[in-house]
T-cell receptor, first 114, second 115 residues
Framework: GENVEQHPSTLSVQEGDSAVIKCTYS??????FPWYKQELGKGPQLIIDIRSNVGEKKDQRIAVTLNKTAKHFSLHITETQPEDSAVYFCAAVRGDTGRRALTFGSGTRLQVQP | NAGVTQTPKFQVLKTGQSMTLQCAQD?????MSWYRQDPGMGLRLIHYSVGAGITDQGEVPNGYNVSRSTTEDFPLRLLSAAPSQTSVYFC??????????????FGEGSRLTVL
C-alpha cells in the first residue's frame, strides 16, 4: 500500500519568514496530493491540493509543488503569520480506488513566532 | 449547516468497557469514515462507508465496529476498550467523487482515554 513520509515533525519560524514542509510517497499510481491544516482543538481542514499532472499550484501565500519523478511534494507558506501556527498534514490519494483513498503523513507542527 | 458533528468530545473509559462514538453529517455525503490520530503517526483510517448498508475496513480496524443504517449517521463502537485505543478520533465525510481527489470534511474530534 501507499506510504507517505513527512518532514520535519516540528518547524519554528519568525513571523514574515517562509516555511516549507516536505513529503514523499511510495505509490506511483497516486494522483492527488491534498494538504490539510489542523488548528488546536479542531479537525483537519483542506487548504490546497495538487494533481499529478501539475507541477505547481498557488493560492495567495500558499503554494504546493510536485515532483512526480522523485515522488515528492512540498507545501510552501510565504510571509508567515501567527495564525498560520497549526499542524499540517500531507496526503496522497490513489483516485481509482474510490474507497480507502487517502494516506496521510505524520504531520508537521508549525509555530510562527511573533 | 452543522457539517460533521461528533459526540462526545471527551470520554474516559476503564479497560473492558464498551462505548459508541457518534457521528452525524447534514451534507448528504455518501462517504463517511473514522480516523484515529496518534502522536507521530498522523491520521489512520479505521473503517469507512460508501453508503447506507455498506461498510469496509481501513488500515486499523481491530477492536472497532461500525454500521451505516442511514446516510447521515456513522457510529463507531468499541466493544471492549483497551489502553491502546486511547486516541483522538475523527469522523470525516465527503461526496464519493470528491474522496477520490482527497477532499474530506472532518468533525472536531472525540478524545478518548482508556485507563
Amino acid at each position: 500500500g501507499e506510504n507517505v513520509e513527512q518532514h520535519p515533525s516540528t518547524l519554528s519560524v519568525q513571523e514574515g519568514d517562509s516555511a516549507v514542509i516536505k513529503c514523499t510517497y511510495s505509490d506511483s499510481a497516486s494522483n492527488y496530493f491534498p494538504w490539510y491544516k489542523q488548528e488546536l482543538g479542531k479537525g483537519p481542514q483542506l487548504i490546497i491540493d495538487i494533481r499529478s499532472n501539475v507541477g505547481e499550484k498557488k493560492d495567495q501565500r500558499i503554494a504546493v509543488t510536485l515532483n512526480k519523478t522523485a515522488k515528492h511534494f512540498s507545501l510552501h507558506i510565504t510571509e508567515t503569520q501567527p495564525e498560520d501556527s497549526a499542524v499540517y498534514f500531507c496526503a496522497a490519494v490513489r483516485g481509482d480506488t474510490g474507497r480507502r483513498a487517502l494516506t496521510f503523513g505524520s504531520g508537521t507542527r508549525l509555530q510562527v513566532q511573533p | 449547516n452543522a457539517g460533521v458533528t461528533q459526540t462526545p468530545k471527551f470520554q474516559v473509559l476503564k479497560t473492558g468497557q464498551s462505548m459508541t462514538l457518534q457521528c452525524a453529517q447534514d451534507m448528504n455525503h455518501e462517504y463517511m469514515s473514522w480516523y484515529r490520530q496518534d502522536p507521530g503517526m498522523g491520521l489512520r483510517l479505521i473503517h469507512y462507508s460508501v453508503g447506507a448498508g455498506i461498510t469496509d475496513q481501513g488500515e486499523v480496524p481491530n477492536g472497532y465496529n461500525v454500521s451505516r443504517s442511514t446516510t447521515e449517521d456513522f457510529p463507531l463502537r468499541l466493544l471492549s476498550a483497551a489502553p491502546s485505543q486511547t486516541s483522538v478520533y475523527f469522523c470525516a465525510s465527503s461526496f464519493q467523487g470528491r474522496v477520490n481527489t482527497g477532499e474530506l470534511f472532518f468533525g472536531e474530534g472525540s478524545r478518548l482515554t482508556v485507563l
